[in-house]
């Protein structure tokens, strides 16, 4: 792991209302994507009741939050590299949490604090730091999302997810009026769907939030991304010039 601070660092949270909207998915698409693009970033799962980034990844690592939350380990030391099969030179680092247990959704609040101030001096060493939170807002995400610059929200167009999206951005504004909030569409027809359905979100945080969040852009249904996710690599890995990914590679632009 690079320990030098690059001059310029981002801190961004993705986050949602609900499950289900491949929140996950695109924290780790967006990880790589930003890696592909000489960007040294740090992807940390965040989701504490049910982490899954190294899943998808294929990653087995041998540490991970449970050990430092146990003090056996520092953060610094759960770090994983993650090293694309196709071009040895694109890698980022992982910071996994505990695959397939809940053990760690009940973490005291004295020791999120504690967490969230060595996830901001790590990050200091990254161009990005991308905390995949889990969903609602349970005490780990809002913790989290408490120390971050920038918010992503994903939503799908199911009235659930913009329901809860509504609710956890309510929720974020009311205790950080300051905070930066956009919004990423995802599993969407075309991209004139995905704005229709930010247009929604943004008319009810306008109306009743005076608040109006940005619009990151939409992701684009594609079996190819199942086809990944099934075989534990990276989109961009598998299938680099698919519609999905080149919709996450616009999103990326923008940040």
């Known amino acids: 792991m690079t320990t030098s601070a690059p001059s310029d660092h981002k801190l961004i949270t993705i986050a949602s209302g609900k499950g289900g909207v491949g929140k996950t998915w695109l924290s780790a698409t967006l990880a790589h994507t930003l890696a592909r693009k000489g960007k040294h970033v740090l992807l940390f799962d965040g989701d504490l009741g049910l982490a899954n980034i190294d899943i998808q990844l294929g990653l087995t690592p041998q540490k991970d939050l449970s050990m430092v939350f146990a003090g056996r380990i520092t953060l610094d030391e759960a770090v994983t590299s993650y090293n694309d099969d196709g071009n040895s030179k694109i890698s980022f680092d992982v910071i996994s949490g505990q695959s397939g247990s809940g053990a760690l959704a009940s973490i005291k609040p004295e020791m999120l604090q ?126 680099p010039t698919c519609p999905a990914g080149n919709d996450v590679e616009e999103i990326a632009k923008k940040l």
């Open 114 to 239: 504690k967490l969230g101030r060595e996830i901001l001096r790590l990050e200091k060493s990254y161009d990005y730091t991308l905390l995949d939170l889990g969903a609602g807002v349970e005490t780990s995400v809002t913790a989290f999302s408490s120390i971050s610059e920038h918010i992503i929200v994903v939503v799908t167009g199911d009235p659930t997810s913009l329901t809860d999206a509504y609710a956890f951005i309510k929720i974020t504004k009311m205790r950080n009026p300051d905070s930066r909030i956009s919004i990423v569409v995802n599993m969407v027809k075309d991209r004139h769907a995905g704005k229709r359905i930010y247009e929604t979100l943004k008319k009810a945080c306008e109306n009743f939030l005076k608040f109006t969040p940005g619009f990151l852009g939409s992701v684009r249904q594609d079996e190819h991304v199942v086809s990944a996710i099934r075989h534990q690599q990276p989109l961009l890995s598998r299938h």
